[in-house]
């Protein structure tokens, strides 16, 4: 991956806020609708959607906080992440499963409880 220009810190700060946004309301979001409130330029604008949402969830994960990226969606998989979401989980140590089912519909939801607000 090529280091990230000033555009991409433009649209980065956008999606940092945006997903704040969403945090606070306690709201979901698809990849495509938070590409678009970040305006990430094409081409590519989810891929670099991901790799910018696996970044959030290393440095949460490393913070002791709840992944934020769990509120990002795929508008195809009823509701839940996309699958690198539950490798990088697995990665991290915390979750053992497969990326579809009724074990990662567990685990998502349990990532979506402690993000929410009380």
């Given at each position: 991956?090529?280091?990230?220009?000033?555009?991409?810190h433009?649209?980065?700060n956008?999606?940092?806020?945006?997903?704040?946004?969403?945090?606070?309301?306690?709201?979901?979001?698809?990849?495509?609708?938070?590409?678009?409130?970040?305006?990430?330029?094409?081409?590519?604008r989810?891929?670099?959607?991901?790799?910018?949402?696996?970044?959030?969830?290393?440095?949460?994960?490393?913070?002791?906080?709840?992944?934020?990226?769990?509120?990002?969606?795929?508008?195809?998989?009823?509701?839940?992440?996309?699958?690198?979401?539950?490798?990088?989980?697995?990665?991290?140590?915390?979750?053992?499963?497969?990326?579809?089912?009724?074990?990662?519909?567990?685990?998502?939801?349990?990532?979506?409880?402690?993000?929410?607000?009380?």
């Amino acid at each position: 991956m090529s280091p990230p220009t000033n555009q991409d810190h433009v649209w980065q700060n956008r999606a940092k806020m945006a997903l704040a946004s969403a945090t606070s309301l306690g709201r979901i979001v698809t990849y495509a609708e938070m590409a678009d409130a970040a305006d990430i330029p094409a081409p590519q604008r989810i891929h670099k959607l991901t790799l910018w949402l696996e970044t959030t969830m290393r440095q949460d994960h490393a913070a002791g906080r709840p992944l934020r990226a769990a509120l990002v969606i795929s508008r195809n998989r009823n509701g839940l992440p996309a699958p690198g979401f539950f490798l990088l989980c697995q990665e991290l140590g915390i979750y053992q499963g497969a990326e579809t089912g009724a074990d990662a519909a567990q685990f998502h939801q349990a990532m979506l409880s402690a993000l929410m607000p009380r």
